[in-house]
């Protein structure tokens, strides 16, 4: 079996870490190819609990190999840190690969998405502040550093000095900041440089051989299709594709090699930061919205903001089989929904007076977009112990059905709890 992409479909934080980490013994590596460190997958093994960022989740997993694809943007701080905090904890991170052409967020990144979203004020996106967007803007425009610049210390002042260029005038200028200087880049670029080198490889190759020998590679997704540049809801979205032609571009497999693409989706809706959310339980709802988050524990892995919470968007379940060729879902955190009486789906919206089923053209359309809702009955009983869909009360059965069936693509695992036992699998995640 060869190459799987896992993603997520709504807005993120969908349980992406765990179903990777379910995976995990079954594969040979695992390769994230999208975004960085405001990524957070929360992955809970035993009584153990880990938070990770920037690390592909099959970290975790003994004999896997990790590989940070050439999509990701690489914070090298961040990178070393989670790294040192593995170790401590008994992790074996030895096995890890970078590739040379990942690009590197530096502090001129993280300073500018900080003071952009000072500037926007009441416009802003809510990012999580790591300079994501500042450091795949620079990838677009060809002024990035990537891993492979640290170890030529002169073209990586010239890079340095391409990149900080119209940077400091903007700073300075606009955002009335002091200039940053090329030695100081240069010099954190550089602390790292050393013990970076023996993980650095030409991925695309190490990736194309072993799927040549037969070996099974996961492609994990960051944050999730609706907050993927193209596909998601733009502006309100992240700088790097999430979709599934984003794990084709940001780890080199081409889409001929992929065989299945599995999405992790909620029993209900998150979403961190600004940007419209049609199911969101806001103003009237806001207990219900309320109760949610604090059954599920929706405060962010990577900035511990409150998510805001919804009921479950089969129009947007659907929009991401469409754009990812979802062959399964992985449905997560239906045990947050026990003690409902009656739990809503959206099954279209209404959109100024008409009534569609498909995610509107404009983002003013989405805007305007009111859920239309189908009622299901809800569950008292815990389910966290279910290990199959026949444990489950009837009610909740009906509702996993119906949403596999509105949303356009078999579901294979359910989650009832964080912890690795605590899913139902229906179908085999490899095979
Ligand atoms: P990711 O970013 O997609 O990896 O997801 P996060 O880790 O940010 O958020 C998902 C949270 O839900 C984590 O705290 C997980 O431990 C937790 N989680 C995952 N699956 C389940 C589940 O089936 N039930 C419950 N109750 N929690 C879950
Ligand atoms: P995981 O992988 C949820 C959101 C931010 C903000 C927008 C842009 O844990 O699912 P950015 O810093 O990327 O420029 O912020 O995207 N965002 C996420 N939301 N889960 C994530 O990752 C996210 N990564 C970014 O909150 O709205
Ligand atoms: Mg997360």
């Known amino acids: 079996m060869p190459a799987i992409v896992l993603l997520g479909a709504q807005w993120g934080d969908e349980g992406k870490g765990k179903a990777t980490d379910l995976l995990g013994s079954s594969v040979d590596y695992v390769v994230k190819y999208n975004g960085g460190n405001n990524a957070g997958h929360t992955i809970v093994i035993g009584d153990e609990k880990y938070a990770l960022h920037l690390l592909p989740s099959g970290i975790l997993t003994p004999g896997v190999v990790p590989v940070i694809g050439n999509g990701v943007v690489i914070d090298l701080q961040v990178l070393f840190g989670e790294i040192d905090a593995l170790e401590t904890r008994g992790v074996d991170t030895s096995r890890l690969l970078v590739s040379a052409s990942a690009h590197l967020i530096g502090p001129y990144h993280r300073t ?31 002024v990035g550093v990537r891993a492979q610049d640290l170890f030529d210390e002169k073209i990586l002042r010239q890079k340095v000095e391409g990149a900080l260029d119209l940077k400091n005038h903007l700073l300075v200028k606009v955002y009335n900041r002091r200039a940053i200087t090329v030695d100081e880049v240069v010099e954190e670029f550089l602390e790292y440089a050393e013990r970076l080198r023996p993980m650095v490889a030409d991925t695309t190759l190490v990736l194309g051989d072993a799927l040549d020998e037969g070996r099974t590679v996961l492609l994990e997704g960051g944050q999730a299709t609706l907050l993927d540049v193209d596909h998601g809801t733009y502006p309100f979205v992240t700088s790097s594709n999430p ?14 090699r992929i065989d299945r693409v599995i999405a992790v989706v909620k029993a209900y809706t998150t979403r961190v930061g600004s940007g419209p959310f049609p199911t969101e339980l806001r103003d009237a709802d806001h207990a219900a919205g309320e109760r949610l988050r604090t059954d599920g524990a929706e405060f962010g892995t990577t900035t ?21 060729g979802v062959t399964d ?47 299901f009955d809800g569950w008292d009983e815990d389910i966290t112990s279910a290990r199959s869909l026949a444990d489950l009360p009837k009610s909740a059965q009906v509702y996993v059905h119906a949403l596999a069936e509105m949303s ?6 359910i989650g009832v709890g964080p912890g690795r036992a605590e899913t139902i699998e229906i179908r085999s995640l490899l095979g």
């Open 112 to 142: 500018i998405d900080k003071v952009a979203e000072r500037f926007l004020g009441s416009a802003r996106l809510g990012t999580t502040g790591r300079g994501i967007g500042p450091a795949y803007a620079d990838k677009m425009s060809r």
């Open 243 to 256: 979709t599934a032609g984003g794990a084709c571009t940001g780890s080199g497999i081409p889409p001929t």
């Open 304 to 324: 511990g903001r409150p998510r805001r919470t919804g009921w479950y968007d089969a129009v947007v379940a659907r929009y991401a089989v469409r754009v990812n």
């Open 329 to 375: 879902f992985v449905l997560t955190k239906l045990d947050v929904l026990t003690g409902w009486e009656k739990i809503p789906v959206c099954i279209g919206y209404d959109v100024d007076g008409e009534r569609v089923h498909e995610m509107p053209m404009t983002q003013t359309g989405f805007h305007h977009a009111k859920p239309v809702y189908e009622m």
């Open 408 to 413: 356009g693509a078999p579901i294979s695992a």
